[in-house]
């Protein structure tokens, strides 16, 4: 062990690993795959976990969603998913949904506000 040389990374190393980092292992792209199908995408840190929000709206409502994430299992955010198809983009709207208390065991309180706000932003 003794015979092998020790190479130590350089601060121009470092600035070239940081920089692929940023451009592309860190990306959402690089760590979850491509998003099929859908047109808007938003990732949201909340108390509960990261909540990926894919989903397609169109002339104002909600035409395809899925979710997914660290906040719940897969299969309850497919339920949560399934009750968002079909409802219009406003927070109006979304409300009554997103604060049902079924809703609410699964993605957690402090979760429908940012939620709303991604699914009613302008792409």
Known sequence: MTQ?????????????????????YRTDAWNYGA????????????????????FTSQRGVLRRV???????????????????????????ALTPILTQPTVTAVLGSATVAPLIDALTKEA
């Open 66 to 92: 899925a979710l997914f994430g660290t906040v719940a299992p897969a299969a309850q955010l497919a339920q949560v998913a399934e009750q968002l198809v079909g409802v219009a983009t406003t927070a109006a």
């Open 4 to 24: 092998i040389e020790t190479y130590h990374l350089t601060d121009h190393d470092w600035a070239v690993i940081d920089q692929r980092l940023a451009e592309k």
């Open 35 to 54: 998003n099929p199908g859908f047109r808007q995408y938003q990732r949201l840190t909340v108390p509960a976990g990261d909540l990926h929000v894919n």
